[in-house]
């Protein structure tokens, strides 16, 4: 909030060539008497202005640019202008267009006002004089009136339109200025907090447009980049914009086999019964048969939280009691899986993922995350090259899925299999020993080729054993399952061999 507006200039009757803090005038103020009290009034100033009077006017050497000065907790924004010209009584005109604000207030909004100001004001004083012909009374005037209607329409509106003559008109907007989003990692689930579907125009980004139905606080960053078969780099660029905003919250990937813990705030959980309520509305299931649609549709909601449930369409609300219960149940150690089994009867008639995720919005509930440390040493320059060609998309061959690998096993197993009757179709007068020993011979190469295979796509993890990537990152980054990275964890031998790796996980 802008506390005050002033303008000040260099006062050509008491100033010399050098300016002092004598020379500069403070000719309108708003509101009255906040910089420099009149001889008849009471009021206490917000500062002493003799103090940074030198700074509100400073040498020549300063002017055209912004100066920031604090003193008794206010910030003082100015540009200090000076027009050289003989035109003008000492042959320059020097003043200043300045802005007071608290010393706490985040001020880089005002920073491009003072600036625009001070444009203004130096293109209508060479075009017309409108500064220096100005001989209204202190506190009066065309440059008063523009300093109250800028003060006022700022801080209640926060933009402002002023006409300053025929021809010149004054439009300022504070555009709020936010902190930048915490950084977006392929594995986040951006779930939306405003109703998005309201916000749409015809100006919209194309990338933007696509991946909005997808934004439903189930799909992930890259399956959103999949669904909506945009580019990631692009579809992760709209969401950050989103981010920025504010429109939209991080989640973690839901699944039965994740941790959650209550923090500290779950006591503010308990003591709300206002929270509570608004809890029970939002896990409880309803009746109506399109709730699947509703459940998942949270991108159309002004809170992120879906649909209201009114009426008929809600079961028995679950008490506040047995809420803060079952959220006081969560433990470390303990997965989602084994939560739902364990309180399965207290638990009838509640979206559990729903469950998890009120929680983890209101911050009384936090993830448990695995990660995964090689504890021996290993990672070979090989699995490194390997890992670094997936990630250029140049073996994407090796990061097939689980069904596709197996399918692909089957059918070398089938070919080599015709194979092997072919050869005992043409080589009928070998003996019942000899093709026993082929027979076990290629048997020992398949299931060394397998476990190659294997023992190759295990050494891909070395880059994520550093106990710094948790296992929904490395899920998402392979494109498997937790079930097919844990069997690849087992298999892992860190470029030493078989045996020759040792893997961690551990839980924080």
């Known amino acids: 909030m802008i506390k005050a507006i002033f303008f000040s200039k260099f006062d050509v009757d008491e100033g010399s060539s050098k300016p002092s803090p004598e020379i500069s005038q403070v000719l309108h103020q708003v509101p009255a008497n906040s910089i420099v009290p009149s001889a008849e009034s009471a009021q206490i100033p917000l500062f002493h202005f003799p103090d940074v009077s030198s700074y509100i006017i400073p040498r020549q050497e300063f002017c055209s640019g912004i100066l920031t000065v604090v003193t008794n907790s206010y910030r003082i924004l100015g540009h200090p202008v000076c027009l050289p010209s003989p035109l003008y009584p000492r042959n320059e005109f ?45 506190n009066t005037g065309k440059i008063y009136a523009l300093c109250e209607i800028l003060l006022e329409d700022l801080n209640n509106y926060c933009e402002s339109m002023i006409p300053i003559d025929d021809y010149n008109t004054l439009n300022i907007k504070l555009f709020p200025t936010y902190p930048p989003p915490p950084p977006l990692l392929p594995h986040h689930v951006p779930l939306s907090t405003v109703r998005l579907s309201s916000l749409v125009d015809q100006n919209w980004d194309l990338t933007m447009l696509l991946i909005l139905p997808h934004i439903n606080g189930v799909n992930s960053v890259a399956q959103i980049a999949l669904a909506a078969d945009a580019d990631y780099q692009l579809v992760r660029k709209a969401i950050r914009h989103l981010l920025y905003y ?43 048969d399109d709730y699947d649609n509703h459940n998942d549709d949270h991108s159309g909601h002004g809170n992120g939280m879906g649909p209201p449930l009114l009426g008929d369409d809600l079961g028995a609300l679950i008490s506040g009691t047995e809420l803060a219960q079952l959220y006081c149940s969560l433990k470390q ?108 011979q290629q048997q020992q190469q398949q299931t060394k080729t397998k476990k190659q295979r294997k023992s190759s796509k295990a050494d891909l993890l070395t880059p994520y054993l550093d106990g710094t990537h948790c296992f929904d990152e490395i899920c998402t980054e392979l494109q498997i399952s937790e079930k097919e990275l844990v069997a690849r964890l087992k298999e892992w031998t860190g470029g030493c061999g078989s045996g020759g790796g040792e893997v961690q996980i551990i839980h924080r």
Do not use: M, W
Request: charged letters at 25%; proline letters at 3%; one cysteine or more.
């Open 94 to 138: 020097l003043f200043n267009f300045c802005l007071v604000l608290d010393s706490a207030t985040e001020f880089s909004a005002h920073l491009t006002v003072t600036l625009k100001l001070a444009t203004l004001l130096r293109t209508l004083e060479e075009q017309s004089r409108f500064l220096s012909r100005d001989a209204s009374p202190p």
């Open 246 to 288: 504010n429109c939209i919250f991080l989640l973690d990937i839901f699944s039965f086999s994740a941790i959650y813990a209550p923090t500290a705030e779950l006591a503010s959980f308990v003591e709300s019964p206002q929270l509570q309520d608004e809890c029970a509305r939002y896990v409880t299931i309803p009746y109506s």
């Open 333 to 440: 150690g303990q997965s989602v899986r084994h939560f739902f089994i364990e309180h399965a009867a207290a638990l009838d008639g509640i979206d559990i993922r729903r469950f998890i995720i009120f929680g983890v919005i209101k911050g009384f509930l936090y993830r448990v995350h695995k990660y995964a440390i090689a504890i021996s040493p290993g990672g070979s320059s090989s699995s490194r090259r390997l890992f670094a060609a997936h990630r250029a998309g140049k073996n994407k061959d090796l990061f097939k899925s689980t069904a596709q690998v197996e399918e692909d096993d089957d059918g070398e197993q089938g070919r080599d299999n015709d194979n092997d009757n072919n050869d005992d179709d043409d080589d009928n007068d070998v003996g019942d020993g000899a093709e026993s020993g082929i027979a076990k």
